[in-house]
T-cell receptor, first 115, second 117 residues
């Protein structure tokens, strides 16, 4: 069975600090996709990134970066120089490359950035 | 602008009552999904539909029903059989995934908060 674990339930940081959100996944598939979504207070989930299992290159997008390590089944997300607008719930999710299989989500990490 | 519209934003249900949550998309997506979000529980899949007039149960389908008569619409009915309906409900859609193609990302609506009176 597939599973996504986000062990950090809530994190609080002071503005401008760096913060890393952890994501560990379990799957028996050799081909799969990993996602991160952001859920601001408005409620709508916003897509941040998608990574397939064959691409282990780390990715950077502005203040956001992602570290994908197949050896440890982890897909961690780092926010550099955090801002108050980064306050949200962040979800890691896992999918499969077979059928239109819905995503399996972790329980989410609530990030609070304090000014 | 293309997107997903959920209505109402807030909904209250009385004991023994069925209520229907609306989800409409104008993204021309084939696949649509309903997720339930409870505090600390993440998102759990209720039902999904890959094509008109077809849908499948997700992980927590009991007490819910859906229909997919039109491509752009995927309403969710919370029946009286659902004993704990208070939650935040999210609708999502994606392009139909073709064999061998990359898994498509989900686009989400802004959700409906359902509470019991």
């Amino acid at each position: 069975a597939q599973k996504v674990t986000q062990a950090q339930t809530e994190i609080s940081v002071v503005e401008k600090e760096d913060v890393t959100l952890d994501c560990v996944y379990e799957t028996r598939d050799t081909t799969y996709y990993l996602f991160w979504y952001k859920q601001p207070p408005s409620g709508e989930l916003v897509f941040l990134i998608r990574r397939n299992s064959f691409d282990e290159q780390n990715e950077i997008s502005g203040r956001y970066s992602w570290n994908f390590q197949k050896s440890t089944s982890s897909f961690n997300f780092t926010i550099t120089a955090s801002q108050v607008v980064d306050s949200a719930v962040y979800f890691c999710a896992l999918s499969r490359n077979s059928g239109n299989t819905p995503l399996v989500f972790g329980k989410g990490t609530r990030l609070s950035v304090i000014a | 602008d293309g997107g997903i519209t959920q209505s109402p934003k807030y909904l209250f249900r009385k004991e023994g009552q069925n209520v229907t949550l609306s989800c409409e998309q104008n993204l021309n997506h084939d696949a649509m999904y309903w997720y339930r979000q409870d505090p600390g529980q993440g998102l759990r899949l209720i039902y999904y539909s890959q094509i008109v007039n077809d849908f499948q149960k997700g992980d927590i389908a009991e007490g819910y029903s859906v229909s997919r008569e039109k491509k752009e619409s995927f309403p969710l009915t919370v029946t009286s059989a659902q004993k704990n309906p208070t939650a935040f409900y999210l609708c999502a859609s994606s392009m139909r995934r073709r064999r061998g193609a990359t898994n498509e990302k989900l686009f989400f609506g802004s959700g409906t908060q359902l509470s019991v009176l």
